[in-house]
C-alpha cells in the first residue's frame, strides 16, 4: 500500500483540479523507471483510466494506482509534500530504498 500524507492530499487535490482532473473519480499514477543519479526515479501523474494489469489503493481520499513492476519497490511508501524553504515539491518516503540522491527524486536498492 501506498499512504498519502494530509499535506501532499491537499496539494494534489489542488493540482488536479488546476490540470482538469477530478479528484473523487481521477487517479494518481505512481511508478519507477530507470534512471536519476541513484539508478531508479519515481514517476508522478495523474491519469483517468486504470489498466488492467494496475493495483489501485485510496489512502487519505487519493486513489492512487501503481503498475505491478513499480509497486515491488514502492510497498510501504509515503507521499509527502514539502513545501518549506529547503525546496517544494513532492517527497517519496520509500522504506525500501537504501540510498537516496541529494534531491529525493531517485534512490537504489
Known sequence: ??????????????LMTDDGYDATNDYVRVG??????????????FDKEQ??????FTDNGVKIIVDKKSFLY???TTLEYSG???????????????RTC?????FSL
Open 1 to 14: 500500500m501506498i499512504k498519502v500524507s494530509d499535506t501532499a492530499k491537499k496539494k494534489v487535490i489542488e
Open 32 to 45: 519507477v523507471k530507470s534512471g536519476g543519479c541513484s539508478g531508479l526515479s519515481y514517476d508522478l501523474k
Open 51 to 56: 489498466l488492467e494489469e494496475d493495483k489501485v
Open 74 to 76: 514502492l510497498i510501504g
Open 84 to 98: 518549506g524553504l529547503n525546496g517544494t515539491g513532492f517527497v517519496f518516503n520509500n522504506p525500501n530504498a537504501n
Open 102 to 106: 541529494g534531491c529525493g527524486e531517485s
